[in-house]
């Protein structure tokens, strides 16, 4: 695998709805840096066995995989909720997570030149992906408060949808991300813990460049 020299790595890993992913896009913007969702990869492939559920097996996947690029995963059908309770099925499988491995590897160290590095958020990003990121973060929100932002996004493609359903999937999920064997959701001693249950969007996002910058001055990367 090729690996860029002297690119800033970032790592992210949360439980779901706790607002990472909008946070991952606006560092990646601010500091020039490839942003990676993961937690899309997983989706895409449970994406892949609600609509084939007959071809849908390693060998097909495979072959997926060997042609999928970074754009695919702005697909809007993997927004919905099945389809995320299945990836969370799906994710457990070593097998699974095999095949996505060097994809995420790869755009960890090796992003397309035009950026100044990358920035992954998931599961397993701060221990399995990129274990020796310059900058690790665990981000997290009380459960009703990550019930209640998936509320408000899944409320525009399903009206019908209520907190309670919602809160019942969080804790699905968390249960299945925590509790799994292979690569497990947990923050990691070397990770910053940054709960966002209180800090709006740009508190949160202020509260990290400061980790940030004062790092990169001290190496003289600012
Ligand atoms: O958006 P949300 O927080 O609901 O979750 P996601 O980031 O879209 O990820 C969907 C599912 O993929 C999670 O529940 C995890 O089970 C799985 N996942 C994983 O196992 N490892 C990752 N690095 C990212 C996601």
Redesign the pocket.
Known sequence: MIKRKQIIKIAI??????G??TLAKAISKHYNLLQV???????LI?LYKIKYPKKFGINFLKKKIKKLKINDLNNKD??YNN???V??????KKEV?KL?YNF?KNLAYNPPKKYKGSC??????TY??IPDADFKFFITANIKT?ALR?FKELRKFNKHITFNEVLKS?KN?DK??YE?KI?P?KKTKDSLLISTTNLTKRACFLKIKKIIDRKLLINGNL
């Open positions: 890993d949360s439980p779901a709805a706790a990472a992913g969702d993961t937690g899309k990869i997983y989706r449970a993997l927004l389809v995320g309770h990836a969370s099925i799906i994710a457990k997570r996505v995420q992954l958020d998931g599961r397993d990003i399995n992906i990550r998936r969080i999920r299945n991300d799994r690569s959701l």
